[in-house]
């Protein structure tokens, strides 16, 4: 590690510790040319996948932008914050677990409606009428019979 003084290169370790919550490891440490001390901090860097649009270009996924578009699906729903949170954490789960470096977004349009199938009904047709873009009452009805 650099020191951040003199940027030299030779720096010692004189305390390690993990965080309460295990997620970082904090290290004090010394230069070894300037003496000079500082702390570093161990993280883990998680890489969700980029996201390819119907059209074909790529975004960077958005952890703000999937929760407005539950919360936009569940406003006025009787859906408590911790359960939207937990949904978020089981999509955002299934997109490292898929080990992908793109993924297409109606791939994450599906992992969204599971979740609000699992939360709530009416959420769940919110989102869909969109996602899905229903173009007649035929479309809609179909949506309604894939819950009962």
Known sequence: MRCPFCHNDDTQVLDTRVSDEGDTIRRRRRCVKCDKRFTTYERVELVLPAIVKK????????????????KLALRKRPVSSDSVDEAIGRIEEKLLSLGEKEIPS???GE????????????????????????ADIESFETALKELK
């Open 106 to 108: 109606e791939r994450v």
């Open 111 to 134: 992992l969204v409606m599971r979740e609000l199938k699992r939360l709530d009904k009416v959420a769940y047709i919110r989102f869909a009428s969109v996602y899905r873009s229903f």
């Open 55 to 70: 059209n074909g270009s790529r975004v960077e996924y958005s952890h703000t932008k999937l929760a407005d578009s539950l």
